[in-house]
């Protein structure tokens, strides 16, 4: 324990993730002292803003993380895999964005939300952060589990292009500029794909079009990110045996991803009674009035740190499970957000 501001180094600073992390560390309350940005040998001696000041991007090396108490990581998993043990091993806490540790038992998946205690409990020195589809609904899902004890989740996501890094975002903006010019597109089988262009990171054109896949080809026809979802709502809620469903989908949004969730409780669930705990819980907003067309929306949600709740009704065929439908940003809680609290949580040992 010290009275020192902790040093701080946001690996993947270049990133979809990591610009939105500058972003995020400029307007929350400032825990660190130094921070170090640090990115591929491609982008060293680019120079980057965070809290109103220049910073010039290091290239990744063992070097960086001298004297560094917190390192986050957002960059693709297999750069996690090998350098947050190595940052680790140099005396630093890795809050790792990466799909790499998040089902590791010696690495706590956290969601400050709800399960803050478990920052401390890091035997590797790492700590995951989960990923955004799930994030994008367990500080929900979390605050009616505390009152009504989950039982069952089945979920549909319908999630933006960012969820996809950078490339992503541009592979939409390209494929949106080049099929926006033709009106008669979207009548025929096929033409929207001719004209999109290149696919980039998804399996199919996404402009004009759903795309019901995320991720790898896991067994018996799985999305990996399906099964994200489940692994990762078990182990953050601790319920191992919790019966998760997900169908994972892409829409043509940039950033914030959506989800519907039916779940169901032990006991019975009244949508007031829901609105009244959501409405109550840290880090959701409920927005629930279809009379007046209020609803969250990603157009609405984007730039924002809550998750959104609206359309909360109570299930026709059984008073103990509900509907719901959730939105949060997924560059923001959804990933960057979640990681800069559980960084925060670290850096209160130094000064607490
Ligand atoms: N996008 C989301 O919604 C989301 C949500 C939750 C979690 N995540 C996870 O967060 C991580 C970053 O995602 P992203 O969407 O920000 O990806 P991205 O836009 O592709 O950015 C990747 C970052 O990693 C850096 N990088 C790549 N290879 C590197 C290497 N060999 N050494 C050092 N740095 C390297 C890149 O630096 P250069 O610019 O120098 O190449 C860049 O800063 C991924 O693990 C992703 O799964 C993403």
Redesign the pocket.
Known sequence: MSNRLPTLAL????????TVMLDILSRRENVWGEIRLV??A??AGKVLRVRGEDVVVQA?APEVFDGVDVAMF????E??KEWAPVAAARGAVAVD???AFRLDPDVPLVVPEVNADQVRNRPRGIIS?P??TTLSMIVAIGALHREFGATDLVVSSYQAA??A???GIDTLRDQMAKVAADRTLGTEAGDVRAAAGELGPFPAPLAYNVVPWAGSLKEDGWASEELKVRNESRKILGLPDLRVSATCVRVPVITTHSLTVHATFSQEVTADAARKILGAADGVEVLDDPAKGEFPTPADVVGTDPTWVGRIRQSLDDPRSLDLFLCGD??RK??ALNTAQIAEVVAREFTS
Do not use: H, K, M, Y
């Open positions: 690996v993947g600073a270049t990133g979809a993730v990591g990115a591929s491609r982008s990744l957002d960059v693709p998993d750069v996690s964005n990466s799909g952060n990923n955004c960012s969820g890094g950078q490339e997924n560059l959804g990933a």
